[in-house]
C-alpha cells in the first residue's frame, strides 16, 4: 500500500519532462506504442524456445516450475522474465537512439511486449528498421462511451438465490474496471456494509496508490486495488493537476457509477436532493473491485494509457476486465481487430480473464460499432421498465410529459406562468439570448414571478454544462417562483435528457414539439396592451404533476436508439466481418448508480452521492458483474464459455411475450422504432438466471483467435508483430470460429459452418430447431443427439442462397434438451449470391 512517494515521484519526474521537451515537442515530437519481438510474459510458455533468454534464469515457484501465473512481490531470483523484458527494451532504445532526446511511458511486459515512448516520427521510423521492433503504430485517444436492475433482471429470486444471496454474489472474483478512478469513501465500497465479512482473494496481487487525494486506507477487503496511468496525456501537455488529479481518485463520476453498477454493495440507500428512491445494489454485490484510472474529465484519455492499465489489471490477476470506453476513430490497417488495444485484450482471454466492453454510443446507423474483436464481449444498452416521469397540466386541458426528479404543486391548484424573458427589471435587455435560461436572480423582477411558475429555456449550454438546472432553481427560489418549467431550445436534438433532481416543483419538456405546444398556448394567453404591446397579464396557467414515484412498464427491454449497431465492420473501407455485434444487450438508460463527491461530469448530480445517467457505458457493468456470478459457480470457465453462458440463454422478447423493439433515430425514437433484429440486440437481452445454467456451451481458445487472425488476407506480419507467432498452415474463416452465433456476410452460393458443443449439465438429449434466414436454405446434422456431463458434440450447418440479395435477413437455431435447457444462437447472411446458369 505505501506506494505515494513513487507515484509523487512519477508525476514530478513527467513534469519536469514536459517543460524540459518543450523545444522537442515543436519537432513534432509524439507518442507512439512500440511492441518487440519476445513474447510477454502471458504467452512465455508458448514462445519460450524461441528465446535466446535462457530458461535457468527465469523466476521459477516453490516446484521449480517455470512460474507465469504467480508473480512474487519479493523475488529474489537473479533476474525476472519481466526485468529481462524491461531492460531488453531499455537496451534497444539506449542503442538505436543514442544521444538522442526521447522518453520512455511505460513497459508493457504482460500481456503484450513492448513500451509507450515520446519520440518523433524520424526516430520512430528509425526504430522501425531494428530487427527487435515488430510494430510501431501512433497513440490514439478513447473516450468514456440502480436501484431496481437487479430485479428486473431476476436476480433477488434468481442468481443471487443459487449464489447464497446477495451477501454471497460474486465472492471471491475480482472485477477490474479501466475507468475515471473511483471515490472510495462512498458506501457502495465499504468492507463493513455486507454481513458477510469480505476476505481479499489470494491470486489478486494488485496495490493502492496513496496520494494526498487517494490516502492510505482508501483501499479495503471490498476495494482491493486501486491506480492511475497518465503519462501520455502528461507529456502531450493537455493533463491539468488541478482538475484530473494524478491519483485514483474520481474528479468525474463516470468511475465510480460503472463500478457500482458491477459490484457495488447491497441495500444502499439513493438518497438525492433530499428525495429517497429506493436502496441499491451491483450485479454482484459481494465481488471484489480493483480499478485502473486511465479516462479523465477534461481529455478522456489515451490507449497509450488505457494498454498500460490492461497489462497491470491483467498482471494483478482480476478476473474480469470491465471497459466502458471505447476508440474515437476505427483502427486503421487491414483489419479493426489489429489495435493495441484489442490485441492486448486478446492477451488478456488467453490469461482467463473475461473482457467486457461497452458497444458505443454512436447508434443507431449499421455498422456504428466501436468494439469490434470476437475475443471481447461487446454490450448494446437497452430500457429497462423503470422510469421517471412528471408532467404538466396547461390551462386548456392538454397534459405534456416532462422529465424531473421532483415533487409537483399542490394537487388541485394552478399557477400563472410566467417565462424569465418577460420578468426582467426595467435595465435589462431581454435580446440577451442567454437570459431566457434563468441562471442569475439578478436580472430578475420578483414582482412578476413571486408565486407563480418561472418558464425557463433549456439550452445546447446546459448539455455543454455552461448552464445548469441547479443554477436556475436558486434564481427561482431567490425570485420566490413555486416551480420552475423548462421548455426544449429548437437547437437541442440528439441529447438524452435524463430525469434532474430537483428540490422544488420543476419539470424539462424534452420533446422540441411538445415544447412547441407549450409555448403557443403560454404565447397566445398572454394579454398585451394594444397600443404599447406591453403585457397587461400573464394568462396561461399550469400545475405540476411530481415524479419522484417510478412508472412501470411492460414493453421492455428495447434498443436505445444511441446503442451502437452491426455488422461488425472488418475494416476501414466497411466490409462486413463474419462476426456478431453486439453480443448481448442489458439496461443501459436511465440507471441509478454511486456518484463522486468529486465528480463533475453532470452538472445537475453535483454533491450527490448518487446519479441516473445513460449510455453503453452503464449496459457493460451489468455484464460484468452478471459474468461474476457465473465466474463464482464455474471458476473453471474459460472467458468463451462465459460469453457463451452469456449468450445463449439470452431472451428476445420483452415483458409481455412480445419480440424486443430497437429505436431507429435521435428525434422522437419511440415513433421509428420496429422489431429488433442481432445486428441491433446481439443474442438478444442477458437472463442472468439462466446464465448460470446454461446446459450447452460454445468454447474458444487463444489458438482459435489466432487462426482466425491468421486466416485474414495478408495479414501474417501484422500477426507476428503482435503476438511473436508465425501463423502456420491452419487457419480458420470467422464464421468457423466457434461462437455462439453465426454471422456469414457474404453467402456465395454454399457453405458449410461447423460448431462444438460441449455439456455442463447433466446427461440430456436435444432436438435442433431452426428458423432460416430469408433467401437461404439451411440444414442441421444431426438434428438430435444425446451427450454426456463434460462430452463434446459436433453439429454442421449447410447454407445455400435461393435468391440474389444484399440485404441481411436473420434466422435461429434451437437446442431443446429433454431436461428443460434451450440453447439459442441468432444466424445472420447479409449477402447472398445464387448460382445461376
Request: contains cysteine; charged residues 15%.
Amino acid at each position: 500500500m505505501g506506494v505515494s512517494w513513487r507515484v509523487h515521484l512519477q508525476l514530478l519526474v513527467l513534469l519536469l519532462v514536459a517543460f524540459w521537451w518543450e523545444g522537442f515537442c515543436e519537432e513534432n515530437a509524439a507518442v507512439f506504442i512500440v511492441t518487440m519481438k519476445q513474447p510477454p510474459a502471458v504467452h512465455q510458455n508458448r514462445g519460450l524456445e524461441r528465446l535466446d533468454f535462457k530458461a535457468s534464469r527465469i523466476s521459477k515457484g516453490d516446484s521449480n516450475v517455470l512460474n507465469v501465473w504467480k508473480k512474487p512481490r519479493n523475488n529474489t531470483k537473479p533476474l525476472s522474465y519481466k526485468s529481462y523484458l524491461i531492460r531488453l527494451q531499455n537496451s534497444i532504445l539506449r542503442k538505436t537512439l543514442r544521444g538522442q532526446r526521447y522518453i520512455k511511458l511505460y513497459s508493457y511486459h504482460y500481456l503484450i511486449n513492448g513500451f509507450a515512448v515520446l519520440i518523433t516520427p524520424q526516430q520512430a521510423e528509425k526504430l522501425s528498421r531494428r530487427k527487435e521492433i515488430t510494430n510501431i503504430t501512433p497513440d490514439f485517444s478513447v473516450r468514456t462511451a440502480t436501484t431496481h436492475t437487479p430485479e428486473f433482471l431476476g436476480l433477488p429470486q434468481g442468481a443471487w438465490v443459487r449464489e447464497g444471496g446477495p451477501q454471497s454474489a460474486g465472492e471471491g472474483v475480482v472485477i477490474g474496471l479501466i475507468d475515471t478512478g473511483i471515490d472510495p469513501t462512498h458506501l457502495s465500497f465499504a468492507d463493513g456494509f455486507s454481513t458477510n465479512k469480505f476476505s481479499v482473494p489470494n491470486h489478486f496481487s494488485g496495490i493502492c496508490e496513496v496520494t494526498r487525494d487517494f490516502p492510505s486506507g482508501s483501499c479495503n477487503r471490498k476495494l482491493v486495488g486501486a491506480r492511475h496511468f497518465a503519462a501520455s496525456a502528461i507529456t502531450r501537455g493537455v493533463f491539468n493537476a488541478s482538475q484530473d488529479h494524478a491519483s485514483p481518485i474520481d474528479c468525474d463520476g463516470h468511475g465510480t457509477h460503472t463500478a457500482s453498477i458491477a459490484a457495488g454493495n447491497n441495500g444502499v440507500p439513493v438518497i438525492v436532493g433530499g428525495h429517497h428512491f429506493g436502496n441499491a445494489s451491483g450485479m454482484a454485490p459481494h465481488a471484489h473491485i480493483a480499478v485502473y484510472k486511465a479516462l479523465y474529465k477534461s481529455f478522456g484519455g489515451f490507449a497509450a494509457d488505457v494498454v498500460a492499465a490492461i497489462d497491470q489489471a491483467a498482471e494483478d490477476s482480476v478476473d474480469i476486465i470491465s471497459l466502458s470506453i471505447t476508440p474515437n476513430r476505427r483502427p486503421p490497417g487491414i483489419a479493426t481487430f489489429f489495435n493495441p488495444i484489442d490485441m492486448a485484450l486478446l492477451s488478456a482471454v488467453q490469461a482467463g480473464i473475461f473482457v467486457v466492453q461497452a458497444a458505443g454510443n454512436t447508434g443507431p446507423a449499421p455498422k456504428s460499432m466501436s468494439s469490434f474483436s470476437p475475443w471481447i464481449f461487446t454490450v448494446g444498452a437497452s430500457s429497462h421498465d423503470r422510469s421517471y416521469s412528471n408532467s404538466l397540466v396547461l390551462g386548456n386541458g392538454v397534459t405534456i410529459l416532462g422529465v424531473g426528479l421532483a415533487p409537483g404543486t399542490t394537487e388541485d391548484d394552478m399557477y400563472t406562468l410566467v417565462a424569465a424573458t418577460h420578468a426582467l427589471k426595467n435595465d435589462t435587455k431581454a435580446n440577451d439570448m442567454y437570459v431566457g435560461e434563468c441562471q442569475d436572480p439578478t436580472i430578475l423582477d420578483p414582482y412578476y414571478i413571486k408565486g407563480n411558475l418561472l418558464v425557463c429555456s433549456y439550452s445546447i449550454r446546459f448539455v455543454l454544462g455552461l448552464s445548469s438546472v441547479k443554477q436556475a432553481l436558486e434564481t427561482a427560489k431567490n425570485v420566490s417562483a413555486v416551480g420552475v418549467v423548462f421548455y426544449l431550445d429548437p437547437f437541442v436534438i440528439g441529447f438524452q435528457l435524463n430525469p434532474t433532481p430537483m428540490y422544488i416543483p420543476g419539470m424539462i419538456i424534452p420533446s422540441s414539439d411538445d415544447s412547441k405546444v407549450f409555448l403557443s398556448y403560454y404565447n397566445s394567453s398572454l394579454v398585451r396592451d394594444d397600443s404599447s404591446t406591453k403585457i397587461v397579464q400573464f394568462g396561461a396557467v399550469a400545475r405540476i404533476i411530481g415524479g419522484l414515484k417510478p412508472n412501470f412498464s411492460n414493453i421492455a427491454p428495447k434498443v436505445m436508439y444511441y446503442s451502437a449497431r452491426g455488422p461488425d465492420p472488418e475494416d476501414t473501407s466497411f466490409a462486413n466481418a463474419d462476426i456478431l455485434k453486439p453480443n448481448v444487450i442489458a439496461p443501459g438508460n436511465s440507471i441509478w448508480g454511486a456518484w463522486s463527491s468529486l465528480g463533475l461530469d453532470s452538472a445537475e448530480f453535483l454533491g450527490e452521492s448518487f446519479a441516473m445517467i445513460s449510455g453503453t457505458s452503464m449496459a457493460a457493468p451489468h455484464v460484468a458483474g452478471l459474468a461474476a456470478l457465473i465466474k463464482q459457480k464455474y471458476p473453471d470457465f474459460t472467458p468463451s464459455a462465459i460469453g457463451s453462458a452469456l449468450s445463449t440463454t439470452a431472451s428476445v422478447f420483452d415483458k409481455l411475450g412480445n419480440p424486443i423493439y430497437a429505436q431507429h433515430t435521435y428525434t422522437n425514437p419511440d415513433a421509428t422504432e420496429s422489431p429488433a433484429t442481432p445486428f441491433d440486440m446481439g443474442s438478444g437481452f442477458v437472463n442472468a438466471t439462466a446464465a448460470l445454467d446454461p446446459g450447452l456451451i460454445f468454447d474458444s481458445s487463444y489458438d482459435d483467435f489466432f487462426s482466425f487472425l491468421c486466416g485474414i488476407n495478408g495479414s501474417g506480419p501484422v500477426v507476428l508483430n503482435y503476438t511473436s507467432s508465425n501463423c502456420g498452415p491452419s487457419t480458420l474463416n470467422a464464421s468457423d470460429l466457434n461462437l455462439p452465433s453465426i454471422t456469414i456476410a457474404v453467402l456465395n452460393q454454399t457453405r458449410a459452418v461447423t460448431r462444438i458443443l460441449k455439456n455442463v449439465a447433466t446427461d440430456e438429449s436435444y432436438v435442433v430447431g431452426f428458423s432460416s434466414p430469408y433467401g437461404v436454405s439451411l440444414s442441421v446434422s444431426p438434428d438430435q443427439f444425446f451427450i454426456g456431463n463434460g462430452q463434446k458434440q459436433s453439429i454442421t450447418f449447410a447454407f445455400n442462397a435461393t435468391l440474389n440479395s444484399s440485404s441481411a435477413s436473420f434466422g435461429k437455431v434451437g437446442f431443446y434438451g429433454d431436461k428443460g435447457h434451450m440453447v439459442i444462437i441468432p444466424v445472420s447472411v447479409i449477402s447472398k449470391i445464387m448460382y445461376s446458369q
